[in-house]
C-alpha cells in the first residue's frame, strides 16, 4: 500500500513524457531510486501473530530537526560565479527555493518555475534554484554548463547559485536552516530528491515545503496569498 501510494503521486509525472520512451524511462529510473531510499523509513513491528505492521521512522544518518534562531534574510549564499550573495537582498520580497538538476526526471519543471518568475516578479517575487549532484549524479555539470543549459532549454533567467549539498556533513547552512523550519513527509527533515520546493514570505519565514512531485503552477494560489 505504501509503495502504491508512492507510484500513484507520480502517474503526472509519467504523463510529461507519454511520447518519449527515453524520457519514460528516465522518470521509471527516479521512481526506482526513490523507493529504493523510502525503504530505509520503514521498518517492521512485531504484531503477535495479526499480520504485517510496518513503523515509519528515519535512518539512523537521517537529518534531524533542530532549533535554529535567526532569519532566512540573515543568511548568505554563492552565486553561480562563486560571488556572494546575501538573502538580505531579497527582503520584502516572496522566495521560492528550489534544489535543480539537469538531469532529472523532474528537469521540465524548469519551464513552469520561470513562468512562475515572469508572472510574479513584479510583484516582489523570486525563484532561487540551487543545483545539487546529490540525488542520482543527475547535476553533474559546472555551474557555467548549468546556466547554459537553463537558458537555452527552458529560458531561465531566475537565478541560479552555486552547486551546494543539501544533506549530511557537507551541507549549505541555507538548507540546513530551511530544513529545521519546515520539516516534510512523515516529519523527516531530509531533502529526499531533485526539485523540492521551500516558499518564503516577506518577513524571511518559511511558509510551505513542497515535494519533488508538486509542479510549480501548483504553487501559484500559495504565492499569490502572501505576496
Sequence with gaps: MFIRKIL???RPMQAWFANSSAKRASVF???CYMLHHASAYVRPLST??????FLLSPPSNTTQSS???GNFFSLNAKDSRHHDVK???FANKVVLIVNVASQCGFTPQYKELEKLYQ???DKDFVVIGFPCNQFG???PGTEEEIESFCQVNFGVTFPLMAKIDVNGSNEDPIYTFLKSQKAGVFGL???KWNFEKFLIDKQGNIVQRYASTTRPSAIADDIKKIL
Design 48 to 53: 503477535s501473530g495479526k499480520g504485517n505492521a
Design 137 to 139: 549524479g543527475q547535476e
Design 67 to 69: 532549533t535554529m534562531n
Design 8 to 10: 500513484k503521486s507520480h
Design 87 to 89: 538573502m538580505s537582498d
Design 119 to 121: 508572472d510574479y516578479k
Design 189 to 191: 527533515t531530509r531533502i
Design 29 to 31: 529510473a527516479n521512481q
